[in-house]
């Protein structure tokens, strides 16, 4: 609907009553605006938190990681890879579905959600063998928020590639209709682009 | 401005944008620390000016086909694109002296230019009042003037004002009311005859 049609579809009439018409700029669709606040709020989340976590190392100087805390860098560059290669399985399930590629379509989303649970689980499985909790500090309290954080993220991801996985295999989708998809993906790329951020923060620098 | 999130496509591109920044801060960091600083500066400011930097501008999309098409030996359907800052008087006698007669339907449509602030707030309620002001006057002036004609605001952008006009109003010209820049775009992307009033 445009700008134009709106003004059409309600005239000047004084025996119009209820709310007033919906009007927006032609320049910034709803969803792209939508978008744009979803993005505002991800970077306000995660910048209260590496708020927290430049206070802690930079302002107050704390030891990173605290002695005699170890962060398991070498396990989480792995894990790391793992993301990273699942979002190019989830760009070639896309590419596979838009080309009429139903097994690849498949297979690329399976691949892709297998990928983000062995992620989320070696996550887990760090978390008990890292050797500190929460409590533990300021240090291991920024530690957990932020890559939980993420985690929940993955979680999230997880769910959504979930249904679109068993859309997939319902055929659901095919080269002109697979919205569903290209929605997942963008997020899933989105929670790639955030773990790199918080892996470089946390663990390498 | 380019959104990463548009596609997943261009979110795809993002990624891989942000591995091989952070590849280049890490290698930096290992190097020397305050190279890292350095080299985190330029990959923040360089995907700042890669997110702001507008795509390569693609050709305009083919005109979309007239709701309703125009009609030969029935009333001439002007659509008269204005300004809101347009002069009403002089411009309604413009337009009078081209239609010269013939039986004639105008719409005026008037865009609510807003600040790309408003535009995106959505605060542009005033400028949609202003807009319309304008309209009605113009309008005014020419049923004054014995020529059919009505207002319309139209979106905050001249030419998407006057695509989504011809959508709904089967304009067989359509006129620039003082607007000299626009008409060799109006010529690209709109599919009837465009010319300039005056």
């Not at chain 1, 996550?123 to 890559?147: H, M, N, W």
């Not at chain 2, 029935?74 to 413009?94: C, E, F, K, N, Y």
Request: hydrophobic content about 50%; overall charge negative.
């Amino acid at each position: 609907m445009t700008a134009y049609s709106h003004v059409e579809a309600f005239p000047h009439d004084e025996e119009h009553h209820g709310p007033p018409p919906p009007h927006y700029s032609s320049r910034i669709t709803p969803s792209v605006l939508g978008m744009f606040l979803f993005i505002g709020s991800e970077i306000m989340l995660f910048g209260a938190f590496f708020t927290a976590y430049f206070f802690v190392r930079v302002v107050n100087g704390t030891a990173w990681p605290t002695p005699p805390f170890h962060l398991p860098i070498y396990v989480a560059f792995i894990n790391t890879c793992i993301l990273v290669t699942s979002s190019f399985t989830m760009h070639w399930a896309l590419q596979s579905v838009k080309r009429g590629n139903h097994w690849g379509l498949r297979a690329g989303l399976l691949l892709t959600f297998l990928m983000g649970l062995t992620f989320l689980i070696t996550q887990g499985r760090e978390y008990s063998r890292v050797g500190f909790a929460p409590k533990d500090g300021a240090f291991a309290t920024i530690f957990y928020c932020l890559t939980g954080l993420h985690g929940a993220h993955v979680f999230v991801g997880l769910t959504i590639l979930l249904f679109m996985t068993i859309r997939a295999f319902r055929g659901h989708f095919d080269a002109e209709h697979h919205h569903g998809v290209e929605i997942g993906g963008i997020y899933w790329h989105f929670v790639d682009v955030m773990w790199i951020v918080v892996y470089m923060t946390v663990y390498i620098l | 401005m380019r959104n990463p999130l548009r596609t997943e496509a261009e979110a795809f591109r993002f990624l891989l944008v942000v591995i091989v920044g952070a590849a280049a801060i890490v290698a930096c960091a290992y190097a020397n620390e305050w190279l890292g600083v350095a080299a985190a500066v330029v990959v923040v400011g360089g995907i700042g000016w890669w997110l702001w930097r507008a795509p390569a501008a693609e050709p305009p999309p083919p005109p979309e086909p007239l709701a309703s098409p125009p009609r030969q030996g029935l009333r001439h359907r002007i659509l008269l694109l204005a300004p809101p800052g347009a002069a009403a008087g002089d411009t309604a006698a413009a337009l009078r002296a081209r239609v010269d007669g013939r039986d004639a339907e105008v719409l005026v449509v008037v865009p609510a230019l807003a600040t790309p602030a408003e535009a995106i707030t959505g605060a542009v309620d005033e400028r949609r009042d202003e807009a319309q002001r304008a309209a009605d006057a113009l309008a005014a002036e020419l049923r004054g003037a014995g020529v059919d004609a009505r207002g319309a605001v139209g979106a905050d952008e001249p030419l998407l004002a006057a695509e989504d006009a011809l959508r709904e109003f089967g304009a067989d010209e359509v006129v620039l009311a003082g607007d000299e820049e626009l008409l060799v775009s109006a010529r690209e992307r709109l599919a009837v005859p465009v010319s300039l009033l005056g």
